[in-house]
Structure formats: C-alpha cells, structure tokens
Nanobody, 122 residues
Framework: QVQVVESGGGLVQPGGSLRLSCRVT????????MAWYRQAPGEQRALVSA????????ITDDSVKGRFTISRDDAKNTVYLQMTGLKPDDTAVYFC???????????????WGQGTQVTVSP
C-alpha cells in the first residue's frame, strides 16, 4: 500500500522560509519522478515543481521560479520543497505526488497524501 506523508507546513510571515518534506513508502521510490502541487481555497490543484528520477532535472512553475527549490533523497524515500521569499499568494495546502517526469511535462500518478498547510500572513 502506497503511503504519502507530507510535513513541514505552518504559519510564516511574508518574506519568510519553510522546508516541506514528503516521505513515500510502498513503492520503488527510485523509479519515480516526484512533484509538489498546491491547492488554494476555491482553486484547482496546480503543479508547483517536479523532479526527475536522478534529481538532475526539474520543472518549476513561473510563479515560484527563483524562490522554491525541489530536491530528493532516495536513501530516505523523501522529496523536499525549500521555499524562500514566501508571499501571501503562496498560501495553500501543499501535496507531493509520485509520477513520470518527461523533459517538458509531468504525468501524475494517483497517489496522494493529506497535504500540509502553508499560510503566509503578517
């Protein structure tokens, strides 16, 4: 059974930083690309960033480019999202997701956790 567990969210002031973590078990982590999505209230879930199987390539949404960095630690079955320069518009529930990384595209697999809430507010 695949389990996806996100952590690291919280309340932070504008300009602050957070590091999200996501541990995935129940699948062969090293053969999957990994991604972070986010969903703000009243909006659809949207891709934030994705990373390929060996961590050498990534896809990052323009809204977070230069501020967010995705990385992975295969020894820990864990993917991270380092977030800096946080803005109120970054407020959302953040989800990680295993899938398939293409050179310019990402295909999600239907494995989801509960997400972790990030709130950016003065």
């Amino acid at each position: 059974q695949v389990q996806v567990v996100e952590s690291g969210g919280g309340l932070v002031q504008p300009g602050g930083s957070l590091r999200l973590s996501c541990r995935v078990t129940g699948l062969v982590f090293t053969i999957y690309g990994m991604a972070w999505y986010r969903q703000a209230p009243g909006e659809q879930r949207a891709l934030v960033s994705a990373i390929n199987v060996d961590g050498t390539k990534n896809i990052t949404d323009d809204s977070v480019k230069g501020r967010f960095t995705i990385s992975r630690d295969d020894a820990k079955n864990t993917v991270y999202l380092q977030m800096t320069g946080l803005k109120p518009d970054d407020t959302a529930v953040y989800f990680c997701n295993p899938g398939t990384f293409f050179s310019k595209d990402w295909k999600s697999r239907n494995y989801w956790g509960q997400g972790t809430q990030v709130t950016v507010s003065p």
